[in-house]
């Protein structure tokens, strides 16, 4: 919400002087009805406390999940579903954040970039609801640049040093 005239007037009793260019900006006016909507999560400790739960509501909130089922006909033939409750791709710990999930652009297989918000490294665990047979992580280019050795065909783990993001590509056969 903004609400200025001017970016800096010299006539204000709080300061004196100019706190930058005496600019009028009219335009800048964004007067008029707005709403907001906003969340409390008590807590103990930090946000990072709890099995990041401050950050998993926050998430929630922001970004509600939208679901669909899976499972088609075919000839009268009801094709596999999920079961009630499953994830496509999952993260440990739960502090780590999946910021994208897509279809790689040249169609080879999945990217999950996921980012450390914490202020520790941490060691992750991503766990896909189908198996692959190569994983790699990738620039932003989606280059590959190293290959990871998974222990089965369903997860890799990585370490995330604080703050990083890191983009994943897994290829199925």
């Known amino acids: 919400l903004r609400c200025v005239e001017w970016l800096s007037r010299s006539d204000l009793s709080t300061r004196r002087g100019h706190a930058g260019p005496p600019e009028q900006t009219p335009e ?4 008029g ?8 999560v008590p807590h103990n400790g930090t946000w990072e406390t709890n099995d990041s739960v401050v950050l998993r509501e926050a998430q929630v909130f922001n970004i509600p999940a939208i679901t669909r089922v899976i499972g088609t006909e075919s000839q009268g033939k009801t094709v596999q579903q999920l079961p ?3 994830s496509f791709v999952e993260v440990e710990p739960a502090g780590v954040v999946i ?5 790689s652009n040249d169609g080879s297989g999945l ?3 996921v980012y450390n918000p ?3 490294a941490v060691n992750v665990r991503i766990r896909l609801h189908d198996a692959f047979n190569q994983a790699y992580k990738t620039n932003l280019l989606e280059e590959r640049q190293d290959e990871i050795a998974s222990p089965d065909t369903k997860s890799i783990a990585v370490s995330l040093q604080t703050g990083e993001i890191a983009t994943f590509l897994f290829v199925r056969a």
């Open 99 to 103: 910021s994208s999930i897509k279809r």
């Open 33 to 40: 009805h707005s709403e907001f909507d906003y969340a409390l």
């Open 111 to 113: 990217l999950v970039r």
């Open 28 to 31: 800048a006016q964004c007067q």
């Open 84 to 86: 009630a409750q499953s």
């Open 118 to 120: 914490s202020s520790e």
